[in-house]
């Protein structure tokens, strides 16, 4: 069976330039969660989804920051226009549902972002 | 304060020894913990969860839970180069997860 796909796996931008990130969960998981990584610090939520809705999206900057699950399926994270700090490794994981955080949670390999 | 707490490290163990990982929580409703893996350079991959208070052993690792005292532990017996990660703590409740910022564990050969 495969795992959480992500794409791409790195990407190099320049500041107020715009980035989106795709992810596909794992066949059959109706949870979809949006993670940032930065270097020395756990994962942080940013979106998690239960199939197409969004049910907790309290720590996503929606100044710059944008999402979609369209159909429940695939996901996009976009960020524009991106800034220095948001240099990170964006993280999409998966889980059955509909129990969200009690399931046990698929994690992709992640897209390095590096803003210059 | 931060809602999981965890001693960065690096924390270093010989081959064969025990190496103990700790984590706190602030959040009183907090119901289920989980200690995830993650190698360098990679993704997190879960290897423990629990949810009662009390010990929950497999194989060579062992979790430990204390609501009383929001502290939640992970023991590695037997420990191997190939533990050699980040492990990192997460604690849901309240509908709310979070992330620790791991504890970076070196086994010495």
């Known amino acids: 069976e495969a795992g959480v796909v992500q794409s791409p796996r790195y990407k190099i931008i320049e500041k107020k330039q715009p980035v989106a990130f795709w992810c596909n969960p794992i066949s059959g998981h109706n949870t979809l969660y949006w993670y940032r990584q930065n270097l020395g610090q756990g994962p942080e939520l940013l979106i998690r989804?239960?199939?197409?809705?969004?049910?907790?999206d309290s720590q996503l900057p929606k100044d710059r920051f944008s999402a979609e699950r369209l159909k429940g399926v695939d996901s996009t994270l976009k960020i524009q226009p991106a800034e220095l700090g948001d240099s990170a490794v964006y993280l999409c994981?998966?889980?059955?549902?509909?129990?969200?955080?009690?399931?046990?949670?698929?994690f992709g390999p992640g897209t390095r972002l590096t803003v210059l | 304060q931060k809602e999981v707490e965890q001693n960065s490290g690096p924390l270093s163990v010989p081959e064969g020894a025990i190496a103990s990982l700790n984590c706190t929580y602030s959040d009183r409703v907090s119901q289920s913990f989980f200690w995830y893996r993650q190698y360098s350079g990679k993704s997190p991959e879960l290897i423990m969860s629990i949810y009662s208070n009390g010990d929950k052993e497999d194989g060579r690792f062992t979790a430990q839970l204390n609501k009383a005292s929001q502290y939640v532990s992970l023991l590695i017996r037997d420990s191997q180069p190939s533990d050699s990660a980040t492990y990192l703590c997460a604690v849901e409740g309240g509908n709310q997860f979070y992330f620790g910022t791991g504890t970076s564990l070196t086994v010495i050969p």
């Open positions: 989804y239960e199939n197409e809705e969004a049910v907790d």
């Open positions: 994981a998966s889980s059955l549902g509909p129990f969200s955080y009690v399931d046990e949670q698929f």
